[in-house]
């Protein structure tokens, strides 16, 4: 049973780059089986799909982020990671990664707050 | 921008049965958006209960079931229990690109 950990600073300022890893265990980042994922959710607010990545060689965005987001994976830790540029306070959110579909997995989130 | 469209909120008694739906701005969904549904209690992370419009996950209970019903992703629960009482997203896939609905609120009354 693949299990996911979010690791990331919990506060970045404005216009920075936000950073952060997920830990894969139980299981391999190289699998074709899982596609790896980024949600957020803003407080009292619903869930957004921010993107995945698919065999470490496919990777989908949410258009509405308008290129800020990149998400990648680093075999050699077993993690994904996501990076989102140019963030503001809209960016305040828990953050969640997962895998989604057939195979599913799910961490139990960082909550990320954009303030100076 | 597409957009996923849910009752913002449903109310069904104990021992009921309730659809939720899950509409496309793009128009009719079928089943290759692959809707999925998740449930989310007050301060847990969501929970998976249907992947891929109607295939249930060893830990989603006989009661939820999911389909296509008049051009949308369905979720329906028959004989619903206190503890259904959640806020439930759907969630559409674009080309690969996914979309989450805005959430159902389902009491339980």
């Known amino acids: 049973q693949v299990q996911l950990q979010e690791s990331g600073p919990g506060l970045v300022q404005p216009s920075q780059t936000l950073s952060l890893t997920c830990t894969v265990s139980?299981?391999?980042?190289?699998?074709?089986?899982?596609?790896w994922t980024w949600i957020r959710q803003s407080p009292g607010k619903g869930l957004e799909w921010i993107g995945y990545?698919?065999?470490?060689?496919?990777?989908y965005y949410n258009p509405s982020l308008k290129s800020r987001a990149t998400i990648s994976v680093d075999m050699s830790q077993n993690q994904f990671s996501l990076m989102l540029s140019s963030v503001t306070a809209a960016d305040t959110a828990v953050y969640y990664c997962?895998?989604?579909?057939?195979?599913?997995?799910w961490g139990q989130g960082t909550l990320v707050t954009v303030s100076s | 921008q597409t957009v996923v469209t849910q009752e913002p909120s449903l109310t069904v008694s104990p021992g009921g049965t309730v659809t939720l739906t899950c509409a496309s701005s793009t128009g009719a969904v079928t089943s290759g958006y692959h809707p999925n549904w998740f449930q989310q209690k007050p301060g847990q992370a969501p929970r998976a209960l249907i992947y891929s419009t109607n295939r249930k996950y060893s830990w989603t209970p006989a009661r939820f079931s999911g389909s296509l019903l008049g051009g949308k992703a369905a979720l329906t629960l028959s004989g619903v229990q206190p503890e259904d009482e959640a806020e439930y997203y759907c969630l559409l896939y674009y080309g690969g690109a996914g979309v989450f609905g805005g959430g159902t609120k389902l009491t339980v009354l």
């Open positions: 139980g299981g391999s980042i190289r699998s074709s089986d899982y596609y």
């Open positions: 997962a895998s989604l579909g057939t195979y599913f997995a």
């Open positions: 990545t698919y065999y470490s060689e496919n990777t």
